[in-house]
């Protein structure tokens, strides 16, 4: 029998803050008292874990296959395209092993946040809990993040192949 084919893919995301917009992260609302613009959700956690599934499958990005240009994704909710990466990736024979992830946000702390963030990723991406891991960063006051004019997502996923029996 031959061994599992493991992938790992990489995302990255951004998106500037603005008041009056929700602030939502993995899904999750996160009272403050600005949020994240942007054509979709702007949920920038969400879109970072789409394209590190993506990358790790080799299936392009997160703007292939939802253009914002297309009316279809607009105010869409971005845990659909989350579920949409991962459909797309299993349909190829892979099985997500394992999600990790980092939000930069200098405010407001996100920490009581990460279980329902979890949670939420976990059920949308048909994986355990333990698998799914959410951390988050301030930039330290430096730089569009750290000054509170944007927020960043990195996130790494790990595939695995199981090759046919036989
Ligand atoms: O960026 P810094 O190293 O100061 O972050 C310290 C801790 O604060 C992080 O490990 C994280 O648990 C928490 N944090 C948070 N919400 C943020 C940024 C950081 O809960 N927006
Ligand atoms: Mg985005």
Known sequence: MSASEYRTGLGWDAH???PGRPLILG?????APFGLEGHSDADVLAHAITDAILGAAALGDIGMHFPDTDPRW?????????RHASSLARERGFDLVNVDSTVILERPKLRDYRTA???KLAETLGLALDRVSVKFKTAEKVGPVGEGRSAEAQAIVTLRRVPDAG
């Open 16 to 18: 500037r803050t603005a």
């Open 27 to 31: 899904g999750v609302a996160i009272p």
């Open 74 to 82: 607009k105010d869409a909710g971005s845990l659909g395209f989350l």
């Open 117 to 119: 963030i979890r949670e």
